[in-house]
């Protein structure tokens, strides 16, 4: 198995594989791990990864992948600009053969704003910003790629990822600054996922996702994003953020922060839960703070 973008997310599939194989007695699949850093190779090789050192940037560099894997889990995300992928492109032209399976982490901002309405898989995709815009892209490239070569790919679309054990993986970092959210009138939908749930879906789609298909990969929270930091803010004994209008955030809060505060929908995930059979080990977010807070 190949992880290409082998970060925190990445890691924990393969620690999940491990910890599998010394359940059951099996050998695991050997992972290797696409890097382009050299400093990085020590810490992979730690957890069991083969390090492969190359750069979706330099298609030279890429050269050993052909053929290297069965099964491939792409997490690296499209350059900062453009309107296409051109990272994936390179990808795709040198892993050669197609392997089995290909699974892919997208960004539900490819939905764009949903107006809080409930959105599933079949919805057309209306991506606000370039940088939703590149996974779409992408999206549509593994898809036709997939259909040419008889591999079987699989889009994971993904929301914002936490876990306590995570750098910047909960919003405890943000409450200490004493950053404000949106007031109820103007404030919108947000969708989570546990990094090791999302570890788990994107096991479990290598084996068991259907050829072409997308899935949303998400936890049952349905929370506005402003209650979701008054339930943290709980949950650590931080004081509760301000809430501004719409207009007033606009002048205090960064651009970045502001486009995640403009699209607002509730994920379903039922194709999920019944073709991938993922089990949530935290099926919501007030779980897995917490839970986080107990072991810290």
Not at 5 to 22: F, K, N, P, S, T
Not at 110 to 124: I, K, N
Not at 240 to 255: D, F, G, T
Request: hydrophobic share 40%; net charge positive; aromatic share 4%.
């Amino acid at each position: 198995m190949l992880i290409v973008g082998c970060g925190d997310v990445g890691q924990r599939v393969a620690r999940q594989w491990q910890a599998l194989a010394g359940h059951t007695g099996r050998h695991g699949p050997r992972v290797l791990a696409l890097t382009s850093s050299p400093d990085k190779r020590p810490a992979l090789q730690a957890l069991g990864i083969t390090p492969l050192l190359g750069n979706l940037d330099d298609a030279r560099s890429l050269r050993r992948l052909r053929g290297v894997a069965q099964r491939v889990i792409h997490l690296a995300p499209p350059a900062s600009q453009g309107a296409h992928d051109v990272r994936t492109a390179r990808l795709l032209r040198a892993l050669g053969p197609a392997p089995q399976a290909l699974v892919y982490g997208s960004t539900t901002g490819v939905y764009g704003d949903c107006g809080g309405a409930w959105v599933d898989e079949t919805r057309a995709l209306q991506p606000g910003t370039e940088r939703a815009g590149r996974r779409v892209d992408a999206e549509q490239q593994l898809r036709a790629w997939g259909r040419r070569s008889g591999a079987r790919v699989n889009v994971l679309r993904i929301p914002g990822i936490y876990a306590p054990d995570r750098e910047g993986g909960t919003p405890q970092g943000r409450l200490r600054k004493g950053l404000p959210v949106l007031r109820p009138a103007d404030d919108v939908f947000t969708n989570h996922i546990h990094a090791d749930d999302l570890a788990q879906a994107l096991r479990a789609a290598l084996w068991r996702g259907r050829p072409q298909r997308v899935y949303n990969v998400c936890d049952h929270t349905e929370l506005r994003m402003g209650d979701y930091f008054d339930l943290a803010a709980q949950i650590y004994g931080l004081p509760q953020p301000a809430r501004l209008s719409r207009q007033e955030a606009q002048q205090v809060l960064p651009p970045m922060m502001l486009s995640f505060m403009s699209e607002s929908r509730r994920l379903r995930n039922t194709r999920m839960l019944r073709e991938l059979r993922v089990r949530l080990a935290w099926p919501t977010v007030a779980e897995g703070l917490t839970a986080g807070q107990r072991r810290g």
